[in-house]
DNA sequence: CCTTGTCGTAACCGATTTGGTTACAGTCGC
DNA sequence: GCGACTGTAACCAAATCGGTTACGACAAGG
């Protein structure tokens, strides 16, 4: 489907970064690229998105860093998706279709409602993880 | 999202045939692109993903055309989504994250569970709604 | 005040996807 | 054999994605 990896990597970051802030030390979009293994300069895009957000902030200057502005028991996997992702999952017609046609005109707000019912599902769904979980989910498999 | 349309003309192609079938006539490539208002070539591309997925059928020849190989209310959203759909919904890591990380390590596999669970709940909604059934839609919505 | 480390962006790149288009060979009923 | 339609290959412009380089803005610390 072409998907991209923006949830996957902004869930990384932040779940590092909720790792990292026991240790006192300051999140630079460096050392969130160490783990996340890509350009510094991609953790930064999208931690610019996530600030938009509210989810993150920035202190600029000698000795800046990244900061969580909520607990990751508050920041749940719908928070990041909104933050990051902006379209819908399903596309309608590129072109408008035949609306002369019964079906052309028909068929947009029959699948308006199928699609609009898959997207709140998957807000819901999405809404039901936290970054708390994820971190939870990974000591929990590294101990068992 | 940059979400794809695929799944909408699918609909769109499978819907106007349902409609059409009952006037007796065949169903040609071009026919059904003045409903959909694209290229006859698009759909034949569309209808042929869905002739693999055994949806239609196409006859060859003079007079020739396509058909529905089984009833619009046998038809999914679920079995046309996955006829011309491939890839997950959400991707994993473009490049595989540090797995020295414990976060690394350990967030592919936290995240496979919550993207497993989205995508069987989008199955379980697209498998509720059938051709026959935005069929029923698109002609209520005209007498209303 | 000036060095230094980091943010914040703009600009560009190659690869891939998407919808669209042209062209043309294959097929078969009439 | 004619004609109509399928089935594909080939190509295109536009958009997107992840990645990369480059550089200005900024502020803390010496």
């Not at 050392?31 to 600029?60: K, Y």
């Not at 909520?70 to 990041?80: G, I, K, M, N």
């Given at each position: 489907?072409?998907?991209?990896?923006?949830?996957?990597?902004?869930?990384?970051?932040?779940?590092?970064?909720?790792?990292?802030?026991?240790?006192?030390?300051?999140?630079?979009?460096?050392?969130?690229?160490?783990?996340?293994?890509?350009?510094?300069?991609?953790?930064?895009?999208?931690?610019?998105?996530?600030?938009?957000?509210?989810?993150?902030?920035?202190?600029?200057?000698?000795?800046?860093?990244?900061?969580?502005?909520?607990?990751?028991?508050?920041?749940?996997l719908?928070?990041?998706?909104?933050?990051?992702?902006?379209?819908?999952?399903?596309?309608?017609?590129?072109?408008?279709?035949?609306?002369?046609?019964?079906?052309?005109?028909?068929?947009?707000?029959?699948?308006?409602?199928?699609?609009?019912?898959?997207?709140?599902?998957?807000?819901?769904?999405l809404?039901?993880t936290?970054?708390?979980?994820?971190?939870?989910?990974?000591?929990?498999?590294?101990?068992?």
């Amino acid at each position: 489907m072409s998907a991209n990896s923006r949830l996957t990597i902004a869930a990384h970051v932040l779940t590092w970064m909720s790792m990292d802030q026991q240790g006192g030390r300051v999140a630079t979009s460096d050392r969130i690229a160490e783990s996340v293994q890509t350009n510094p300069v991609v953790i930064r895009r999208c931690l610019g998105e996530l600030r938009a957000a509210g989810l993150v902030e920035a202190r600029r200057g000698a000795g800046a860093g990244w900061r969580l502005t909520r607990e990751p028991a508050d920041v749940t996997l719908l928070d990041v998706y909104r933050a990051v992702e902006d379209g819908p999952l399903f596309a309608m017609h590129a072109t408008p279709p035949n609306l002369g046609c019964p079906v052309g005109s028909g068929i947009r707000p029959a699948l308006d409602g199928v699609y609009a019912g898959v997207e709140a599902n998957l807000q819901k769904q999405l809404r039901a993880t936290t970054i708390a979980d994820l971190l939870d989910d990974i000591n929990g498999r590294k101990m068992g």
